[in-house]
């Protein structure tokens, strides 16, 4: 029961509305007084003054990486990257990344995401999966691949697909990471595709596939860059490339597409890969603004990604589609551009197709996994209420989020978490920092 | 005590700090075991796990339109102010402004701002002076004046100096707004410079001088407008037209700044004029992107501000503070501009330059007057902890949080509001809501 339930499927808003959940599922949605008619003896959950909205998706971050929040900010990138942030990731053990993606993970799912989609090193012991799998978080976990490590990247990725894709009843799938057109050279790009293609070959089901994230068009200097390292020509758009290699398909996420040609956009059209739209990191890196409002004309699947906590640094979804609508309308002059609506579209229906999830999840109506999000209007910042979209996109602050079901289980409860213990992974966190600081110095 | 004191002053970050408070003013500023020797018997705030900053000073907005949050967005301008603003705003009483600026006030604090500049129509019954002084909020009041009503506008001002200009202490100062080049006449643009001067003759400390403050180019079309209405050359530029008026003063604050020239910056140069930067309006209104790098570069004081609930939808500091910082990275493709700490200094001690309030507010030192906010980082999002510049612009939430002092008054704490009832503000500024509703579709 809410004060509106902000469906983003063709039920609309539903003022005073409910939604009834019978395990993982949600089985029926409408007006507060039938629901309560039809189902007298069901548990109720409060949110008088409410609003429900579906989980938010986000498709593009490195969970793992919360663990750098704050080390290294303001640097030009190559410093940024050399001096600071790969020298204390080559610190990490995989005990280090598991606690960064716990830390991550419980970050994200307080303010309000329900899924992520992640790009980071797996190993088999410890993992981001196995820490989104303990949390109850929703996600696609990868393994990220560099032509210089491919037997290594090979095993990896068999033990990954092996003992997580399709874990927890499909609540945690497995990705394909290419790193970047400019770190995976072309033969071992088309092997990462062959790779997925037969990972693939039986899925019945659009959610049972899995996932190939990829980097593609970050900076300006991408296309130079690919073609100093792999004598290769780059000249019509590094999309382009990846398109005459014939690796872009529509199980594919292309994670930033800043600097886009027509060739480029053209390609992304024709595979229909998705986009996830990173606009703080993108800021924040200087790496530029991506032309999304153009790419959703061409009918494109623009999502929406946080990248790490490095380059933004949190994982706010809401902060990301705030900047995301704002961005586009200074940029183009044009106050309509991304209206509010759109944007949270970004970060639901559209992050579940950029996933290929929508038949479980994005929307809240009935057959749907029960992945939803209450957040409390009773605040001076939220009044007064005229409209759901505006409110939810332009006001709303993540920690307003005060309940969140995933899968049809509460994980967070009045701002509580129900699932691990959060105090222990906050000291944890503080201690895994203090001993890579400590090993850096050590050197 | 707390993990550190961030004084925005020569004495930098202090670790394992604290801050002593006597009556309304900073006496004592240092490491915690000291300030215990020194200062046994004073009763002690515990924030171990907090950093404390300055209060945050927002230098544009207008606090009574908190009122029309949500109400239209994502329109073309002229669509936006002429068939939604500026027919709820004719509706509004000043009793409606008044309750308008009590739920502004109470979000603004509890979000860490400490200091406002509102720009709204002032009314001796009823206004947005009121509102803050009962709160506890320090700010710059004004009364905004339009060529079309002369007369009224110098009785609502001599009111306002009269009775709020000074009052609490001098916690509550007073400003001449004219609205804009474009809505002022240029023989009553110098009339209201004469006004301020008149005021501000026998001003002893710069806090005892009112703000003449005033929008300036905040669109592309502003020169073309002011032509056309005023029969007047605008070649050089909007600032430069003022400048040649011979209005501007280092009293006044120019909010926006988007469209400058070459010109324009010169006279904001020379004149000392502080501008007021309005990120998030400016996105939201595609009004474009102030090119604040420069003006910094310049040694231009460059403050921040909200601007209105109606163009962003909040009074969020924090949210200003790391869209300022990125915005100007992103369309520069510098990664090192407007640095965490730069963009932490706008939101304070530059923000206290723009009101001519540096000696008393703006950072953390003895003899200052004790308005700091305290914040909380035991949260998932704010761990681990490496820098405090980078933490309080890219990661901390506004709701973050916790104690606000204000004129060495505890205004919020432990995230409760302790000088006015918050419930009643809420339930009141709806009922204001229905009826303007109301009114207007009864018209």
């Known amino acids: ?37 039809k189902y007298p003896r069901y548990e109720l959950i409060k949110a008088l003054d409410c609003i429900i909205v579906p989980g938010l998706i986000n498709t593009h971050t490195h969970i793992a990486m919360s663990l750098l929040r704050g080390y290294a900010d303001d640097l030009p990138l190559h410093e940024w ?58 996600g696609v976990i990868s393994h990220v691949c560099f032509s210089w490590r491919k037997e290594h990247d090979f095993k990896q990725l068999d033990d990954l697909i092996k003992n997580w894709h399709g874990k927890n009843d499909w609540r945690i799938r497995a990705a394909i990471s290419p790193h970047a057109p400019y770190t995976v050279d072309p033969k071992y790009m088309v092997e990462l595709r062959n790779y997925a293609d037969e990972v693939n070959k039986e899925a019945v089901h659009d959610y049972e596939k899995a996932i190939w994230h990829i980097h593609v068009a970050e900076t300006r200097e991408e296309a130079k860059i690919i ?95 705030k900047i995301a609508a704002l961005l586009q309308k200074g940029v183009t002059l044009d106050p309509t551009v991304i209206p509010a609506k759109k944007a949270l579209e970004m970060a639901t229906i559209e992050g579940a197709k950029a996933l290929n999830w929508s038949s479980q999840i994005g929307s809240i109506e009935p057959g749907k996994k029960a992945d939803l999000i209450i957040i409390e209007l009773n605040k001076p910042h939220l009044k007064p209420f005229y409209n759901e979209f505006s409110h939810i996109v332009y006001a709303v602050r993540s920690l307003d989020v005060r309940d969140v079901i995933i899968d049809g289980k509460i994980i967070v409860e009045n701002h509580q978490l129900k699932t691990v213990d959060e105090e222990w992974i906050l000291k944890e966190a503080e201690k895994v920092k203090d001993k890579l600081i400590e090993k850096l110095s050590s050197d």
Chains 1, 2 share one sequence.
Request: with cysteine; proline share 2%; aromatic share 6%.
């Open 227 to 321: 073609e100093k390292n792999f004598n290769v020509k780059v000249d019509e758009g590094v999309v382009k490339y990846l398109y005459d290699l014939g690796v872009l398909k529509e199980d594919t996420v292309a994670a930033h597409c800043v600097w886009l040609t027509d060739k480029d956009i053209d390609a992304l059209k024709r595979t229909n890969v998705k986009v996830a739209h990173n606009p703080i990191s993108n800021l924040k890196l200087a790496s530029g603004i991506s032309p999304i409002n153009k790419l959703i004309n061409e009918k494109i699947v623009v999502s929406l990604g946080t990248d790490s906590a490095c380059s933004n640094n949190l994982l706010d979804m809401f902060e990301t589609m």
């Open 81 to 138: 990257l050399e001096k600071w942030i790969w020298p204390l990731e080559s610190k990490m053990t995989s005990r280090d990344i598991y606690i960064g993606a716990l830390l991550a993970s419980i970050e994200a799912v307080k303010m309000g995401t329900t899924t992520i989609n992640s790009m980071y090193h797996y190993f088999p012991d410890y993992n981001e999966a196995k820490a989104i799998s303990e949390v109850g978080l929703r």
């Open 1 to 37: 029961m809410a004060k509106s339930i902000v469906t983003m499927s063709r039920l609309g808003n539903i003022r005073n509305g409910a939604v009834v959940i019978e395990n993982d599922k949600i089985i029926d949605v409408g007006k507060a007084d039938e629901i309560k008619r």
